[in-house]
């Protein structure tokens, strides 16, 4: 029958879908207490320098940009953030065996540890949890350059070849992984619904992953607190928190 809650709506398509593509962005991070970027109370609203700090030139070039960074790290409220009722609501929706990617924006790795099957993560901008060497391209777990800071390096080199180490994330500047983009967009073609979440889909490629799924004949639904730019060729739209829209969309409930 149909229905004007849009709730029930977006339920509905999620329990008639057999593959499932979730694009997750950094509202559904905010809900674990971690600072977005460029929302109305990010970082970079709020201080645009430490936007132009974050450049790769600039923290390849400069020495004083990766110390500071550094200590920035040491202090990110990342660090302690937990998985919430989005992120598990997400695991729920893998144990029905309908999720077939879960694509994110975000460095934190919250999905892992909520559960998610790391298989079926797709991180298009890193993990902040790993470092990775310039030089050589060595990753190493976070943790282990962090212990030498918190010992007194202000600055940790790769200790296989000396080069400069930084997060794995894709900076400002910094060329996203082919390899990683082809398989969202090949996850988002073979969808039979898109799921995006906590995003305002402005950022290309990845925001393209909406209409590659929409030609290919997959039902869109977005939930963001915020309008997104893909609102006009989604089926539906949730304009809400992002924790209680999930747990009430993605469990499989009796109705
Ligand atoms: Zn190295």
């Given at each position: 029958?149909a229905?004007?809650?849009?709730?029930d709506a977006?339920r509905?398509?999620?329990?008639a879908?057999?593959?499932?593509?979730?694009?997750t962005g950094a509202g559904?991070s905010?809900?674990?207490?971690?600072?977005?970027?460029r929302?109305?109370q990010?970082?970079?609203?709020?201080?645009?320098?430490a936007?132009k700090?974050s450049?790769?030139?600039?923290?390849?070039a400069?020495?004083?940009?990766?110390?500071?960074?550094?200590?920035?790290?040491?202090?990110?409220?990342?660090w302690?953030?937990?998985p919430?009722?989005g992120h598990?609501a997400?695991?729920?929706?893998e144990?029905?065996?309908i999720l077939?990617?879960?694509?994110?924006?975000?460095?934190d790795e919250?999905h892992?540890r909520?559960?998610?099957s790391?298989?079926?993560?797709?991180?298009?901008h890193?993990s902040?949890?790993?470092v990775?060497?310039w030089?050589?391209?060595r990753?190493?777990?976070?943790?282990?350059?962090?212990?030498?800071?918190?010992?007194?390096e202000?600055?940790?080199?790769?200790l296989?070849?000396?080069?400069?180490?930084?997060?794995?994330?894709?900076?400002?500047g910094q060329?996203?992984?082919p390899?990683?983009?082809?398989?969202?967009?090949t996850?988002?073609a073979?969808?039979?619904?898109?799921?995006?979440?906590?995003t305002?889909?402005?950022?290309?490629p990845?925001?393209s992953?909406v209409?590659?799924?929409?030609r290919?004949?997959a039902?869109?639904?977005?939930?963001?607190?915020?309008?997104?730019?893909?609102?006009?060729i989604?089926?539906?739209?949730?304009?809400?928190?992002i924790?209680?829209?999930?747990?009430?969309?993605?469990?499989?409930v009796?109705r």
């Amino acid at each position: 029958m149909a229905t004007s809650d849009p709730v029930d709506a977006a339920r509905r398509r999620i329990d008639a879908a057999r593959r499932v593509v979730v694009l997750t962005g950094a509202g559904i991070s905010t809900e674990s207490g971690i600072p977005d970027f460029r929302g109305p109370q990010g970082v970079w609203t709020r201080n645009p320098a430490a936007e132009k700090q974050s450049t790769i030139q600039n923290y390849l070039a400069e020495p004083e940009v990766r110390k500071a960074a550094w200590r920035s790290r040491l202090d990110s409220p990342a660090w302690s953030a937990e998985p919430n009722a989005g992120h598990r609501a997400l695991v729920a929706l893998e144990r029905r065996g309908i999720l077939h990617a879960l694509v994110t924006q975000n460095i934190d790795e919250l999905h892992q540890r909520a559960g998610s099957s790391p298989d079926l993560v797709v991180e298009v901008h890193g993990s902040m949890r790993r470092v990775m060497c310039w030089e050589c391209g060595r990753r190493a777990p976070m943790e282990e350059a962090l212990a030498r800071v918190r010992a007194g390096e202000d600055d940790p080199h790769c200790l296989a070849c000396g080069g400069i180490l930084k997060s794995d994330t894709i900076s400002f500047g910094q060329a996203l992984v082919p390899e990683v983009i082809d398989r969202a967009m090949t996850a988002a073609a073979e969808a039979d619904l898109l799921l995006a979440v906590g995003t305002t889909l402005q950022v290309q490629p990845v925001a393209s992953m909406v209409p590659i799924a929409a030609r290919a004949g997959a039902q869109i639904v977005i939930v963001n607190d915020q309008p997104t730019a893909m609102d006009s060729i989604a089926d539906v739209v949730l304009r809400s928190k992002i924790g209680p829209a999930l747990a009430a969309l993605c469990g499989g409930v009796a109705r």
